[in-house]
């Protein structure tokens, strides 16, 4: 298959092997961070996903080990690739994973098939990554959401004490990366291709990585030599430079300290409701809005209305918290999302929950049930009935407490009252 793309896995590198190496230790180097940002952004067991541009297939062997009752579909454009993805995929028994030779551009998957779809370190090295992003939309079921990771090579990588030569060396990257076509300062664009191609609820975040956290040698394999050594072998950089780098960098490893620091960039959307016929059919009777109405407005606010019609359905077939952990975490929901009715088996994300709204949720939970949480937890306890058991043991029992922890408890119920009286009175 002929095709434009700035990245070609032979001579990006040394040589593939090690650019295979390269690449599985960029997948190593952001993957647990990732991976909370997948599951914030509604990702979970058992969903249909479909990874473009996988490589080697390393992600897909990540997503299947967190979400192993999910289907993974992925296609990669380079047939060498591809073989390479298909033999790790029998080497690590993945059954849920399928691989194929196509082009992001025209994957020739069906329509609206998938919940959720990824698309890592592959527009920054596209011509049209319009057209890209327009492919996945299509192939996402409404209301699917796509994630599309990429860099910025004018925030790519900082280090303490200070390379002031990596800049020549990502000005470099960026000149040969465009002469073949590529935006390698992509990071910025994303949120606005995504509007472009029709993504609502669009977001973006920043995932980063410090060797304080991680180490020094998986950014010597994530970043490795082949890549600057090429630069400089096609004229895009010069030796000596290279040479500067090389031994600043050697000097920084030795320095007690020492920070070496990246990050990437991640935007994710939502794949509008409005295409979907059942919209019309299905809730029309339920609109406040005349017909005139509802072809005038953006989709936006047509979702919102869809999203506002459902919640009302779901109010009937409520899924009432029984217990009073259940009860006390439904309340708190409720009041940071805003909503009323909301059943102990709802998704975090499905019934409107995101990363605003969970710091505050886990505030107001460690308060209530004077324990100590993290926003991990409430992606992985995603719904009111899963969170409450999640909390429920955690409870510290009075006797454990000392006097001055059983005086606080005290306290915070009393302030808890007063607020309440405040409310009340108005
Ligand atoms: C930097 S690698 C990233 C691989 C993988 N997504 C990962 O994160 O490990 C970029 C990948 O995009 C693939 N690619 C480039 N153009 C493509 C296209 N038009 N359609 C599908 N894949 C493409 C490349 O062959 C390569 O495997």
Redesign the pocket.
Known sequence: MH???S???QG?SADEKSEIER??A??ELFWDKELVFYKMFGLKDGMKIV??????G??GQKLLAAFPNSYVTA????PI?VETAQNNARLWKLERYEVSE????N?GLFNDTYDFA?????L???SDPVG?VKEVYRILKPGGKAVF?DNDFEFHMRTYPDISELKDLYNAYCVARQDEGGKPKIGRELPGLLKLAGFSNIDLQIVNAHSEIVGDQIFLKSEGSGIPAKLVKDGYLAGEIYSKIAHKWSKLLNTEGHSIFRQMFLCVGKKVLTDEPIFEEKHAEHCFLSEQNIDSQSPQLEEKEYEKNKLSEQKEDYDEPITSAEKKVARIWSEILGREWIGKNENFFEAGGGSIHAPQIVEHLEKEFQTKLSIIDLFDHPTIALLAKHVEPQKVKKEDLSSSQRQEIRFQKILQRREKIRKIKG
């Open positions: 095709y434009q793309s990245y070609k896995i990006f690449l599985k960029q997948v990874e473009c541009g996988c490589g080697p390393l992600v296609f990669e454009i380079d690739l196509s082009s992001i551009l994957t990824i698309t890592r370190l592959v920054e090295h596209l890209a990771i």
